[in-house]
């Protein structure tokens, strides 16, 4: 089977000139559960926006599972919830759902099936004809992440999911995130957590000035930082510490 995600040679650069992606490189095998960590303005962002074709690249390539990534198949083989809550703020929760389903070319009443057990896995079911305004900000993230699961993705994105979210939401989402790939779907999560990189993800991708600096599991690169946990390892590797 080929990779949910293979990228080679990706290099952005924005209009200003700002080079935001380096001739970067990853692979995300099939059925995994990737982090991508780094600091604020390492690139995640604009790789995740080349990837579901939310910018342009400057050149590279990019396929989800094998398929080119601007075209069609691959487009409906990804679900993203972008690190802002961008919900449309005069669509009620279910609508949310049902308009995105439609966008994917879901089937009228698949599409209605599908919201009903969107809504009921994240709770939102009490919620379903009320606008994004008046929902919680806990409901909101719950309601990024339905979205994006609506139309069955096999790479689920997730970037920066838990941020700015309480304690006791962050562990339901980690749960829900946790059966999402216990079911075989592909996951690459960002996050400025450790803990949660550390508890979810199999295989974690640093990354600083648009290049991947390092690969490894979190015990991996504990191991190869010579730290005690992986927020030590992780700022030895930004700082520029070599790995043993
Ligand atoms: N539209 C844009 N125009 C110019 N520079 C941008 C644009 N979007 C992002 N950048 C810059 O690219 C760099 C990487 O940003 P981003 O991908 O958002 O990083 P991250 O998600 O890792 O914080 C940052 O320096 C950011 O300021
Ligand atoms: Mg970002």
């Given at each position: 089977?080929?990779?949910?995600?293979?990228?080679?040679?990706?290099?952005?650069?924005?209009?200003?000139g700002f080079l935001?992606?380096?001739?970067?490189?990853?692979?995300?095998?099939?059925?995994?559960?990737?982090?991508?960590?780094?600091?604020?303005?390492?690139?995640?962002?604009?790789?995740?926006?080349?990837?579901?074709?939310?910018?342009?690249?400057?050149?590279?390539?990019?396929?989800?599972?094998?398929?080119?990534?601007?075209?069609?198949?691959?487009?409906?083989?990804?679900?993203?919830?972008e690190q802002d809550?961008?919900?449309?703020?005069?669509?009620?929760?279910?609508?949310?759902?049902?308009?995105?389903?439609?966008?994917?070319?879901?089937?009228?009443?698949?599409?209605?099936?599908?919201?009903?057990?969107?809504?009921?896995?994240?709770?939102?079911?009490?919620?379903?004809?009320?606008?994004?305004?008046?929902?919680?900000?806990?409901?909101?993230?719950?309601?990024?992440?339905?979205?994006?699961?609506?139309?069955?993705?096999?790479?689920?994105?997730?970037?920066?999911?838990?941020?700015?979210?309480?304690?006791?939401?962050?562990?339901?989402?980690?749960?829900?995130?946790?059966?999402?790939?216990?079911?075989?779907?592909?996951?690459?999560?960002?996050?400025?957590?450790?803990?949660?990189?550390?508890?979810?993800?199999?295989?974690?991708?640093?990354?600083?000035?648009?290049?991947?600096?390092?690969?490894?599991?979190?015990?991996?690169?504990?191991?190869?930082?010579?730290?005690?946990?992986?927020?030590?390892?992780?700022?030895?590797?930004?700082?520029?510490?070599?790995?043993?």
């Open positions: 089977m080929p990779p949910a995600l293979r990228i080679r040679g990706l290099t952005k650069r924005y209009e200003d935001a992606l380096a001739d970067l490189d990853l692979d995300v095998g099939a059925g995994r559960f990737v982090g991508l960590l780094g600091p604020n303005g390492a690139g995640k962002t604009s790789l995740i926006s080349a990837v579901c074709n939310i910018i342009r690249v400057t050149s590279g390539e990019i396929a989800i599972f094998g398929e080119p990534h601007h075209s069609l198949a691959a487009r409906r083989m990804v679900g993203l919830a809550v961008n919900l449309d703020r005069f669509l009620d929760v279910e609508e949310t759902l049902l308009y995105h389903g439609g966008y994917f070319g879901m089937r009228r009443a698949h599409a209605r099936t599908r919201a009903g057990e969107m809504m009921d896995v994240f709770d939102l079911r009490a919620k379903a004809g009320v606008r994004a305004p008046k929902l919680s900000g806990g409901m909101r993230r719950r309601l990024l992440l339905a979205r994006a699961l609506m139309h069955e993705p096999r790479l689920v994105i997730l970037d920066e999911p838990t941020a700015g979210v309480d304690f006791e939401l962050r562990v339901e989402l980690w749960a829900y995130i946790r059966r999402l790939h216990d079911s075989g779907t592909t996951v690459l999560l960002t996050t400025h957590y450790l803990e949660e990189a550390d508890e979810l993800c199999e295989d974690i991708v640093l990354v600083r000035g648009g290049r991947v600096i390092g690969r490894d599991t979190a015990e991996g690169l504990r191991a190869a930082y010579g730290a005690t946990s992986l927020a030590d390892a992780y700022v030895r590797a930004m700082a520029g510490v070599p790995p043993r």
